[in-house]
């Protein structure tokens, strides 16, 4: 692991980081409207593990505003965390997580937030999980 490099993408990096992404669920475009829709996109906030200059893990820090009890909160939304297979169990996603985590703090995030299902993963970067509730309105069929 000592020769991957930990960063923030460069200028022009955002297509390199849709393809690997694009191993994840087999669709580019999936993620690509995160990049081009998200006004609040930054290529600050979007983290790589890169080896000799191809990208191999990456996570996104996505700013959003949430109400919560009448206050509204700058909250970090972490997404998108992904690593290529070969360097999985590596620790390579917990490193790209501890320069988030420190990156959140630097921009004044209130709050983090990630959906996960890696629970004990997560819990050992200090998330902690939370019941929630979702809850959806069906389509009614036409008549």
């Known amino acids: 692991m000592k020769d991957l490099e930990f960063r923030t993408i460069l200028p022009g990096e955002r297509g390199q980081v849709l393809d690997l992404l694009a ?3 087999g669709d580019r475009k999936l993620f690509a409207r995160y990049f081009r829709h998200d006004p609040a996109f930054r290529d600050d906030l979007c983290f790589v593990a890169a080896d000799r200059g191809r990208i ?10 949430v ?20 360097y999985r169990e590596r620790g390579v996603a917990s490193q790209l997580l ?7 703090d630097q921009h004044g995030f209130e709050l983090s937030l ?6 004990l993963f997560y819990s ?5 999980s939370h019941l929630r509730h979702l809850i959806f309105i069906d389509r009614a069929d036409a008549p």
């Open 98 to 104: 501890t320069r988030a985590i420190a990156a959140m």
């Open 56 to 65: 191999v893990s990456t996570l996104q820090v996505f700013r959003k505003q």
């Open 124 to 128: 050992r970067h200090g998330w902690r």
């Open 23 to 25: 191993e994840w669920f």
């Open 67 to 86: 109400r919560i009890k009448g206050a509204v909160l700058e909250v970090g939304g972490v997404g998108n965390v992904f690593t290529t297979a070969a």
């Open 114 to 119: 990630l959906f996960a299902v890696r629970l």
